[in-house]
């Protein structure tokens, strides 16, 4: 599974011109596109919202979970591997890395 | 006198299969071969009589008429119609005596047709037995014709057909639309067998063209019948009829062979058939109902882009797009190639040349011919070597000849 990690508020309505921002969509969909034209995208996850709750202990509710985080989750997929390294090597050129992210890597436990 | 047989030809094509699913929807799908042999019978004396007198001047009226005879003659003589067929219909309903005559009008014939469709498209059927038999029942096609199509033998072709109609008989089909909640799952398997005939006659590897043609303006058919009925008039039967007009479209400028994409750019527009193009926007439009986006309307929307011969920016990315989309639900080597030679009109050669080694498809001979138009004008001597490599694994004799080509404007 490839988790995309994004600074805080890169994609906040209104702080990306909507031009560039469809020049960014077109950029992952590329990019995922050439991860299925490999015949290796098990699952093309899903984005998740900006907006959120987080829950902690002793019923506490915060809206924006990601106060303490520097990175939020921004989405995932599944791809096909037969090993870390080769899923690694796949995550290269992920527009996430063009924006400061990042992509954390990790086996789906059969 | 060669025009007359072609006519003929077609008309007994096309009454084949609506005689053959009216009295196969009168006496029941175990008697299909029945069904089919008293046709075969009816055409027999037509061909005899007419070449006598000429031609009846209501051609389908007598035919008919005759088929109506031949039916109960054959049904009477053989006993079957009095054991086994009337008490079933007798238990059907009251009259039997009038109900057990085919019902050639043009309702019935639509509704037999239809009911006939989802009985070939019954998922218990192996699909390449089931395309066998929606070429012999529902389009009319003979047998050495659809041995052709296969490339294959007559044999193999009667041997297929035959196993499937046995399923039809041990399976219990029935001639009957599903149940209202089957029928959008039903359907989904009608829509395939539909679209795999239509690719059958699009990317056949037989050169014979007329059969092509023919192959491609059948499906084009079977499914315009499937927009007659409201339950299974939805947005991705007409996304697929607009796929199939956009494909039909271009039948007179395609050359022999089956090169895709780089065929593509060596067409010539004149030849695309603009009232095809206008139909297939007209479905495509009418697609866009609902929410569903199913790979038929992904595929008709790039065929749509194609039907449009100016190269933009914007075309490319759009094709691009749609490729990219149609990999993540249905990924296919040739999908991923051309989504490859979209990448490269949309974002350049680089990009491209980057994506199209990571594919590895090292048996395919097309994965080669891409390589080596990727390569040309950038680094001709990598694009002979692909474009050799390609030759060495082409299958027919005019891919090769076209290949040589290539290799030979590359000096």
Wanted: aromatic fraction near 10%.
């Amino acid at each position: 599974m490839l988790l995309f990690r994004f600074p805080q508020g890169n994609f906040e309505p209104g702080n990306i011109p909507p031009a560039e921002f469809q020049a960014l969509a077109k950029k992952w969909q590329d990019w995922a596109g050439g991860i299925a034209a490999q015949g290796r995208l098990a699952s093309n996850g899903n984005r998740l919202a900006l907006e959120g709750k987080v829950l902690k202990p002793g019923g506490v509710i915060t809206d924006g979970p990601f106060v303490e985080i520097r990175e939020m989750l921004g989405s995932f997929i599944i791809v096909k591997a037969d090993s870390l390294e080769e899923a690694t090597t796949l995550a290269h050129g992920c527009p996430a890395l063009d924006t400061n992210g990042s992509v954390e890597i990790r086996p789906v436990m059969k | 006198m060669e025009k007359e047989k072609e006519s003929l030809k077609r008309l007994f094509q096309q009454e084949f299969s609506k005689m053959v699913a009216v009295i196969s929807s009168l006496f029941g799908l175990e008697h299909i071969e029945i069904a089919e042999d008293v046709v075969s019978e009816v055409f027999l004396q037509a061909a005899e009589t007419w070449g006598d007198k000429g031609m009846p001047p209501n051609p389908t009226a007598w035919l008919y008429a005759v088929a109506k005879q031949k039916t109960l003659y054959y049904f009477r003589r053989n006993k079957i119609l009095e054991k086994k067929v009337i008490p079933e219909l007798a238990s059907r309903q009251e009259k039997s005596q009038e109900i057990a005559e085919p019902n050639f009008s043009q309702q019935n014939i639509r509704d037999s047709q239809l009911q006939m469709l989802f009985a070939v498209c019954n998922p218990a059927i192996a699909s390449e037995a089931q395309i066998g038999l929606a070429l012999r029942i529902l389009c009319g096609f003979g047998i050495d014709e659809i041995a052709e199509a296969f490339l294959s033998n007559k044999e193999t072709i009667n041997k297929r057909l035959f196993r499937a109609k046995e399923k039809l008989r041990t399976e219990n089909i029935k001639m009957e639309l599903p149940p209202e909640n089957e029928i959008a799952g039903r359907l989904d398997n009608v829509l395939h067998i539909i679209y795999l005939l239509c690719s059958e006659g699009y990317y056949s590897k037989t050169q014979n063209q007329i059969l092509r043609k023919d192959l491609g303006i059948e499906a084009l058919r079977l499914g315009l019948m499937l927009t007659e009925y409201e339950r299974t008039r939805l947005p991705k039967t007409n996304a697929l009829i607009a796929l199939m007009c956009f494909h039909a479209s271009r039948f007179d400028a395609r050359e022999t062979g089956g090169e895709g994409f780089i065929l593509y750019e060596q067409q010539d527009e004149a030849l695309w058939n603009q009232e095809l193009i206008a139909q297939g926007k007209h479905f495509l439009y009418l697609s866009a109902e609902g929410d569903e986006i199913s790979s038929y309307h992904l595929e008709a929307r790039i065929a749509y882009w194609h039907c449009i011969k100016e190269d933009t920016r914007e075309k490319w990315e759009n094709i691009l797009s749609l490729y990219n989309q149609l990999l993540m639900v249905n990924y296919s080597p040739s999908v991923a190639l051309n989504r490859t030679f979209a990448l490269y009109k949309a974002n350049g050669r680089q990009e491209a040349l980057v994506e199209a080694e990571k594919l590895k498809l090292e048996n395919n001979h097309f994965y080669y011919l891409l390589l080596g138009e990727l390569y040309k004008g950038f680094d001709n001597e990598k694009a002979a070597l692909h474009f050799q490599k390609a030759y060495a694994l082409a299958k027919t004799q005019t891919e090769r000849s076209g290949i040589q080509e290539k290799i030979d404007s590359l000096r």
